[in-house]
């Protein structure tokens, strides 16, 4: 049940029956009004009203009111990923903003319970997140702030190094233990010789220390883990030598980050689908005349780009509205991708009316990588004016570099895989036999930014107890840096 006065939640009612005459499919959703205060504490949980103690909230809340007061940003909405969805509107909208962000809630609530990527996630996080702040709490009255909070900073430089794809796919097999008895050495190997020389050639003491370096071999300890992991914080919780509370405070950091995961990885599609639905039924159902005006100042703003900047609200309304357009008219499939003429493709209208159903496919299977990866054609890119610009050395400014089609793309996919972060794997937990912790970095063109490296390293050190080692390039170079507890080093790896 909705906490409005009772003409927003007259109005909450009338929008949701558009959106379900539309097509959406929401769960019930709450709605709260909260003054820009308490907005901002809200948004600096990270859109939930309770969240374990530290100062990162704290710090957040501070930038947050600042950019409000000198009116460089001011938060409208949130709406929370669970069933019931809560939402927040903020004291002292127009109706008309209040009504705008009613739709974009319901097209977001619509996106949580239907995207696959979001399949996975806790539909009660409200009350878990409330939870994780009591166990935190209790650590702390035991402990102290100061150690617990320390800790929490070590688990938040880390929280990034998750498998975001392991909800979706088996990595490997659980190990089950075995009883079974070593594998028996196989028939040692020999050098070939005639049945009358087989003394001399293999004499038995030969054969002997075969057996015994096939032995040595056989009961040599395995690399641990056979093959490399990208959860690290999993394979921390299960191998790193933690006492009971700083297990359970990184559980709770790796649970938060796989909550949060699917909202990196389809932030453009998920706001692209909210502006999408809040502007259908806001033009075709909603508004008043005498409120048009209004609403398209405002809209404006949330899908205005200026230049050099990257939008998700804009790019994904565009896309979404440009794969209705090609689905409406049939441009796609062979006939389509083989027609070079311009004036044919220009004209092109098969009059199939098959965008609505295709969008709703997108929406329910795609994130932002393959949204983009499939829908984000040249047409588009030139339609939309994409460029992509880096910086010049020479003059000391930015400066667009390319409007070729494939460097554009290429650029934005790179940004977006991976949420623009690097691969880390646990490559090996007995380096060098020394129980020393190897990490390997994949490296896809981009060094690691060095301050950031050495933070990380810190946090794993922390963690692990041990001296701990990441193997990566720099420079074009093969390097290993490493981190001892006191000091940090680099040589060639």
Request: with cysteine.
């Amino acid at each position: 049940m909705s906490n409005l006065p009772a003409y927003l939640y007259d109005i909450q009612k009338e929008i949701e029956g558009y959106g379900k005459e539309f097509g959406l499919d929401f769960w019930e959703t709450s709605f709260e009004i909260l003054d820009y205060k308490r907005m901002q504490e809200v948004a600096a949980f990270g859109g939930f009203p309770v969240r374990y103690p530290h100062w990162r909230f704290g710090m957040d809340f501070e930038g947050l009111t600042k950019s409000h007061v000198y009116g460089l940003s001011q938060i409208y909405e949130m709406v929370i990923n669970n069933n019931p969805a809560i939402a927040y509107l903020l004291e002292g909208n127009s109706l008309v903003d209040q009504k705008m962000v009613i739709a974009h809630v319901l097209g977001h609530v619509d996106f949580f319970k239907n995207n696959y990527f979001f399949s996975k996630t806790n539909r009660k996080m409200i009350d878990t997140m409330a939870n994780h702040a009591t166990r935190v709490r209790r650590h702390v009255e035991r402990l102290g702030l100061d150690k617990v909070e320390g800790f929490i900073d070590a688990c938040l430089c880390l929280e990034n190094l998750i498998d975001p794809m392991s909800p979706f796919i088996v990595r490997k097999q659980p190990e089950k233990p075995s009883d079974k008895e070593p594998d028996p050495i196989k028939e040692v190997p020999r050098l070939r010789s005639k049945d009358y020389m087989q003394s001399f050639i293999n004499p038995p003491e030969y054969v002997a220390e075969q057996r015994r370096r096939l032995e040595r071999e056989r009961d040599k300890p395995k690399k641990f883990p056979n093959e490399p992991e990208r959860d690290v914080l999993l394979f921390l919780l299960m191998h790193a030598p933690l006492e009971a509370w700083e297990r359970d405070i990184l559980e709770i950091v790796r649970a938060e980050a796989y909550y949060f995961a699917p909202q990196r990885q389809t932030k453009i599609l998920n706001e692209g689908w909210a502006s999408y639905w809040h502007s259908k039924i806001m033009t075709e159902k909603a508004l008043k005349a005498s409120e048009i005006i209004d609403y398209a100042d405002h809209n404006a703003g949330v899908l205005s780009s200026a230049p050099g900047q990257f939008n998700p609200y804009k790019v994904g309304i565009s896309l979404l509205r440009h794969i209705e357009e090609r689905w409406d008219k049939g441009r796609f499939g062979k006939e389509w991708s083989e027609c070079d003429d311009y004036e044919t493709r220009r004209t092109w209208d098969k009059r199939l009316g098959l965008g609505r159903q295709k969008i709703f496919e997108v929406r329910r299977l795609y994130n932002d990588v393959t949204f983009l990866d499939e829908f984000f054609t040249e047409d588009f890119c030139r339609e939309n004016q994409f460029f992509s610009f880096s910086l010049n050395e020479r003059s000391g400014n930015y400066e667009i570099d390319s409007r070729e089609f494939q460097k554009v793309r290429q650029k934005i996919l790179f940004q977006l895989t991976n949420f623009g972060e690097p691969f880390i794997f646990v490559e090996d937990a007995n380096h060098e036999n020394r129980g020393e912790l190897l990490l390997h970095h994949r490296h896809e063109g981009q060094d690691l930014h060095d301050e950031h490296a050495r933070a990380t390293l810190n946090a794993l050190e922390r963690i692990w107890r041990r001296p701990v080692n990441l193997r990566t390039t720099l420079d074009g170079k093969a390097k290993l840096l490493r981190f001892d507890g006191r000091e940090h080093s680099e040589k060639a790896g």
